[in-house]
């Protein structure tokens, strides 16, 4: 079940030009992954970059700490 904030998903699309709910569609086998923890965030942060719909793109997700 992949939840997001429909207010974030409104800007995502205007910036990014895709909607939080594609993430559904991302390719989730070829998902690499990482913890980031970089200040700007405020927030321990799981990153990954994987293919959706043929282009690279990034996932973040908030992960406990």
Known sequence: LIEFDPAKD????????IA????????WETVKGFDANHHAYGELRRVG??????????VYSPTAA
């Open 49 to 58: 970059y994987g293919f959706l719909k043929g282009r690279l793109h990034a």
């Open 10 to 17: 409104a800007q995502n699309q205007v910036k990014h030009g």
């Open 20 to 27: 939080l709910a594609d993430a559904e569609f991302l390719d």
